[in-house]
């Protein structure tokens, strides 16, 4: 079965195939408290062959950004380096974004607490949430889970670090290099998940 979304994005959903639709996603913010704002989402939806958690194909790809109500804190800035000129009169494409939550059967995120609380207005019935950088068995050589060592223990190309999109990009490689059985490491959120 097919659904053609309101701006023109074809989804598969079948009960019965082996494939799902994965949005893997990313944010900047204001900062990281309770009170602070996503300024920046990169997001990719994606066909993912429940069999192995190869990617079959791409649907989607999304960059926004968003002004704030509240200040883009120091630290923040020092992280992502964006400024208050970038993003002034600036807003995402609800529409877009929320279209996409609501054909996902499951959302990824390397820090996927926190980006779930800054997206929590996107819908009302999000699909669940897998975390790439706590729920995934990556291997005890890298040293750690930040994105930064995995994207290195990979030998990853990760030309612009704090870019919501390229990080989601970076995210996506990491979880489709293989195992030593073939299978994909983001075959570990299709079994956990039961996808």
């Known amino acids: 079965m097919s659904k053609r979304s309101d701006f023109g994005i074809n989804v598969s959903i079948n009960p019965l195939s082996n494939i799902v639709n994965i949005l ?27 069999r192995n958690g190869v990617i079959l194909k791409e649907i989607a790809r999304y960059y926004g950004l968003r002004e704030p109500s509240c200040v883009i804190t120091e630290g923040a800035y020092q992280v992502h380096g964006i400024s208050d000129y970038q993003v002034k009169n600036k807003e995402f494409d609800l529409k877009e974004l929320v279209t996409m939550f609501e054909v ?3 959302i990824v995120a390397h ?28 291997p005890d050589e890298i040293g750690g889970r930040s994105l930064d060592a995995i994207s290195k223990h990979f030998s990853l190309n990760r030309p612009v670090i704090h870019n919501s999109l390229s990080d989601t990009l970076v995210m996506i490689e990491a979880l489709q290099q293989k195992k030593a059985d073939g299978s994909t490491y983001l075959l570990n959120h299709i079994r956990k998940h039961r996808l």
């Not at 779930?116 to 729920?135: I, V």
């Open 111 to 138: 820090n996927a607490a926190f980006d779930k609380r800054m997206l929590s207005f996107m819908s009302d019935a999000q699909p669940t949430w897998g975390c790439s950088c706590r729920d995934i068995d990556w």
């Open 24 to 50: 893997f996603i990313d944010t900047e913010t204001t900062g990281l408290s309770k009170s602070d704002q996503p300024i920046s989402v990169g997001a990719v939806l994606a066909e993912v062959d429940t």
């Open 104 to 106: 996902a059967n499951l």
